[in-house]
């Protein structure tokens, strides 16, 4: 199977070199390393870090000379528990900086009540939005996607563990109650983790494929997810554990998913995300391991 060099382009994150929401992992890498290791690896768009320079006149010049474009950037919003006006003021700085940057897409995540980041059982205590919650923030969904628009950009949802938009259920809900122009952000890692099965993967992707902006490739250890289950860790408990690794190293199979995208004539970035210990999985050998992976598997 082939995809199209010129509808589909490869990102990495720089969560595998410094985990933004686990600082002490990889505080060691510097921002350069990050961008050079993730072009040499093969790489032509990166989303942003912490470390990354914030001023675009920064920031652009030192990835022009690695051939690397900003695809991406992470926004929280909290349209269930806070006024609108405050996710909206937040979300156009951000679509000002992504648009200087030259990237079309902006992946969004609902975080009212998230335990993502809490020391809580990701499998016990994700929350659940009232039926109230959901018309917030479909409703604040709906208007993200106007601004974008004004700027000729896509609003995408992220999915997302320990959020109230997680299953498969839930992904499709937000979809169908939302407009047309609200695009999903489909994470491959985040969607086998919450169900267990490369069939729940495939279903939901071939439901909402015509509705993705944005892609986002990882793979789940198994034996990680049944220790998380086993132990109540928390969603980062699981992450210092190696429950997500790179596209070929897990258990996802990864062929229908790049069929899916392919038969749908899906075009826009797919960016291998794959938040590890750096300590325990170098972030440059597993660039370039699943760099290889890819163009094995998609001839790109
Ligand atoms: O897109 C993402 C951003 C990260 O901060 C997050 O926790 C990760 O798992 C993810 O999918
Ligand atoms: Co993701």
């Known amino acids: 199977m ?12 720089p969560i595998a070199w410094t985990n933004d929401d686990l600082p002490e992992l990889g505080k060691e890498n510097t921002f350069e390393q990050c961008v050079s290791e993730m072009a040499l690896a093969g790489f032509t768009g990166s989303e942003v870090g912490n470390k990354y320079p914030n001023d675009p006149e920064v920031l652009k010049p030192k990835l022009d000379i690695r051939g690397i474009q900003i695809c991406n950037a992470w926004f929280s919003t909290f349209f269930a528990t806070r006024p609108q006006e405050e996710t909206i003021e937040e979300f156009i700085k951000h679509r000002d900086f992504l648009h200087e940057m030259g990237a079309k897409v902006i992946g969004c995540s609902e975080q009212s009540y998230s335990i993502q980041g ?30 974008a628009a004004e700027k000729g950009m896509k609003v995408s949802l992220h999915h997302h ?42 279903k939901l992707l071939t439901k909402c494929v015509d509705q993705i902006a944005h892609v986002h490739l990882k793979d789940v250890r198994e034996e990680v997810v049944a220790e998380v289950k086993e132990d109540k860790l928390s969603f980062l408990e699981g992450v210092k554990m190696g429950v997500f690794t790179i596209p070929g190293d897990g258990a996802i199979d990864f062929d229908p998913i790049f069929k899916i995208l392919e038969e749908a004539d899906y075009e826009g970035w797919m960016v291998v995300e794959a938040e590890q210990d750096p300590a325990k999985a170098n972030p440059f050998e597993y660039a370039v391991q699943t760099r290889g992976f890819i163009e094995e598997k998609t001839g790109l």
């Open 161 to 202: 563990m320990g959020t109230g938009i997680q299953t498969p259920e839930e992904t499709d809900k937000f979809m169908e109650m939302t407009n047309d122009d609200v695009y999903l952000l489909f994470d491959s890692g985040h969607m086998y983790y919450s169900e267990g099965t490369q069939e729940s993967v495939e």
């Open 2 to 13: 082939t995809m199209n060099p010129e509808k589909v382009k490869l990102g990495i994150a």
């Open 118 to 147: 809490l020391d809580k059982p990701i499998f016990d205590e994700k929350p659940e939005f009232t039926e109230e919650e959901w018309a917030k923030v479909a409703a604040g969904y709906n208007k993200l996607a106007e601004l």
